[in-house]
């Protein structure tokens, strides 16, 4: 059966630090694979998505992601942090179904981030 | 523009009981998806409609169904309602802008069931 690992429940990191968020997946095949982002202000929003074609992906708010066949991984970076990063990141695989854009979604259970002034 | 909007904001029912969501995406867009949050099963995709059709269904039962009209506004509904239903509904409505395809949230429905 398809899966999403995010193996950190919870992350601190300073301001201006680098980060990286992890996310492994069990899939057959080829997936779409997603991060997400969710803050009590902001409600859900897709920062990034890969479908096919470059491995990594520019998503918004500076962050990208590397998707790594060799590893079944989708790790989510982003060079600096800022304090408005604070909150919690999913990741998702898209199980590719006949005629959808995005597949059935399967979520990671998140990594929240906290950030450090 | 405005953004996707969802209605009722925040909705109490009791068990057995059967309730309807709507969803309005934002205009233009033809994609509107369905998904359940819950602090024990976390994000799960209830179902995707493109164009009036249901084209992905994630792993719910019968209970919950959904629909999408013309105007791609978008309902779901859950009859007989459970306990475990309680949870944040969100719709999602995906359209494109120039190259890019884009996706965007609602508020969502917060739904206690008692």
């Known amino acids: 059966a398809q899966s999403v690992t995010q193996p950190d429940i919870h992350i601190t990191v300073s301001e201006g630090a680098s980060l990286e968020l992890r996310c492994n997946y069990s899939?057959?095949?080829?997936?779409?694979l997603f991060w997400y982002v969710q803050s009590p202000g902001q409600g859900l929003q897709l920062l990034l998505k890969?479908?096919?074609?470059?491995?990594l992906v520019q998503g918004i708010k500076g962050f990208e992601a590397e998707f790594k066949r060799s590893q079944s991984s989708f790790n989510l970076r982003k060079p600096s942090v800022h304090w408005s990063d604070a909150a919690e990141y999913f990741c998702?695989?898209?199980?590719?179904?006949?005629?959808?854009?995005?597949?059935?979604?399967?979520f990671g259970k998140g990594t929240k981030l906290s950030v450090k002034p | 523009k405005a953004g996707v909007t969802q209605t009722p904001r925040y909705l109490i029912k009791t068990r057995g009981q059967q309730v309807t969501l709507s969803c309005s995406p934002i205009?233009?867009?033809?994609?509107v998806s369905w998904y359940q949050q819950t602090p024990g099963q976390g994000l799960q995709f209830l179902f995707e409609?493109?164009?009036?059709?249901?084209?992905n269904k994630g792993n719910f039962p019968g209970r919950f169904s959904g629909r999408q009209f013309s105007n791609s506004r978008s309902e779901m509904n859950v009859s007989t309602l459970e306990l475990g239903d309680s949870a944040l509904y969100l719709c999602?409505?995906?359209?494109?802008?120039?190259?890019?395809?884009?996706?965007?949230f609602g508020p969502g429905t917060r739904l206690l069931v008692l």
């Open positions: 999602a409505s995906s359209g494109t802008r120039g190259y890019q395809e884009t996706q965007y």
């Open positions: 205009s233009g867009h033809r994609s």
């Open positions: 899939y057959g095949a080829t997936p779409y």
């Open positions: 409609y493109f164009s009036e059709t249901q084209r």
């Open positions: 998702a695989v898209g199980v590719r179904n006949y005629g959808g854009s995005q597949g059935n979604l399967i």
């Open positions: 890969y479908f096919s074609g470059d491995t």
